[in-house]
């Protein structure tokens, strides 16, 4: 059974940074391309970064590129999403996920997820 957990999630003023971190299972991981998504209240999940496998060529939505940034240290079982620049409508639950294959902006691409860090950015 995978499990992913992810941390470093919190309220932040506007213009701030986080950092959160994608913990998983041991040999759960790198081999596989992760993703990041976010969901709002009354929002669907929204895909937001990829990494592949080998940390190499990463995938933004066009929402946080520049902002936002997805590395990943496979020694740790390890992703991370380095958030810059926050603003208020960033608000929302981040999820990590293991990528399966398919249209890599899907949810239905990923498997396992974790249960998500809440970041809250004020005005």
């Known amino acids: 059974q995978v499990q992913l957990v992810e941390s470093g999630g919190g309220l932040v003023q506007a213009g701030g940074s986080l950092r959160l971190s994608c913990a998983a299972s041991?040999?759960?991981?790198?081999?596989?391309?992760v993703g990041w998504f976010r969901q709002a209240p009354g929002k669907e999940r929204a895909f937001l970064a990829m990494?592949?496998?080998?940390?190499?060529?990463?995938l933004y939505t066009v929402a946080v590129k520049g902002r936002f940034t997805i590395s990943r240290d496979n020694s740790k079982n390890t992703v991370y999403l380095q958030m810059n620049s926050l603003k208020p409508e960033d608000t929302a639950v981040y999820h990590c996920?293991?990528?399966?294959?398919?249209?890599?902006?899907?949810?239905?691409?990923?498997?396992?997820w974790g249960q998500g860090t809440q970041v809250t950015v004020s005005s």
């Open positions: 041991a040999g759960a991981f790198s081999s596989y391309a």
């Open positions: 990494t592949s496998a080998s940390g190499r060529d990463p």
């Open positions: 996920a293991r990528y399966r294959g398919g249209i890599y902006y899907s949810p239905e691409a990923y498997d396992y």
